[in-house]
Nanobody, 125 residues
Framework: QVQLVESGGGLVQAGGSLRLSCTAS????????MGWFRQAPGKEREFVVG????????SYADSVKGRFDFSTDIAKNTVYLQMNKLKPQDTAVYYC??????????????????WGQGTQVTVSS
C-alpha cells in the first residue's frame, strides 16, 4: 500500500518561509514522478512542482518559480518543498503526490496517481 506522509505546514507571515516534507513508503521511491500540488479554498487542485525520476527533470509552476525549491533525500525516501517569500495567495492545503509514470518528463506536470493526506499552509498578510 502506497503511503505519502506530509509534514511541515503551519501559519506564517507574508515574506516568511516554511519547509514541507513528504516521506513515501509502499512503492519504489525513484519510480515515475513525485511532487507537490496545492488546493486553495474554492479552487481546483493545482500542480506546484515535480521531479521525473527517469528523465531527471524538475518542473515548477510559474507562480512559484524563484520562490519555492524542491529537493530530495533518496536515502530517506523523502522529498521536500522549501517555500520562501510566501504570499497570502500561497495559502492552501499542500498535497504530496506520486505518479507511476514519468509524467514530468512527458508533460511538465503530474497526474497525481497517489496522494498524501495534505498539510495546511496559511500565509497572513
Amino acid at each position: 500500500q502506497v503511503q505519502l506522509v506530509e509534514s511541515g505546514g503551519g501559519l506564517v507571515q507574508a515574506g516568511g518561509s516554511l519547509r514541507l516534507s513528504c516521506t513515501a513508503s509502499g512503492r519504489t521511491f525513484r519510480r515515475g514522478a513525485m511532487g507537490w500540488f496545492r488546493q486553495a479554498p474554492g479552487k481546483e487542485r493545482e500542480f506546484v512542482v515535480g521531479i521525473g525520476w527517469s528523465g531527471g527533470k524538475t518542473s515548477y509552476a510559474d507562480s512559484v518559480k524563484g520562490r519555492f525549491d524542491f529537493s530530495t533525500d533518496i536515502a530517506k525516501n523523502t522529498v521536500y518543498l522549501q517555500m520562501n517569500k510566501l504570499k497570502p495567495q500561497d495559502t492552501a492545503v499542500y498535497y504530496c503526490a506520486a505518479d507511476d509514470e514519468d509524467t514530468v518528463q512527458a508533460m511538465g506536470v503530474m497526474w497525481g496517481d497517489y496522494w498524501g493526506q495534505g498539510t495546511q499552509v496559511t500565509v497572513s498578510s
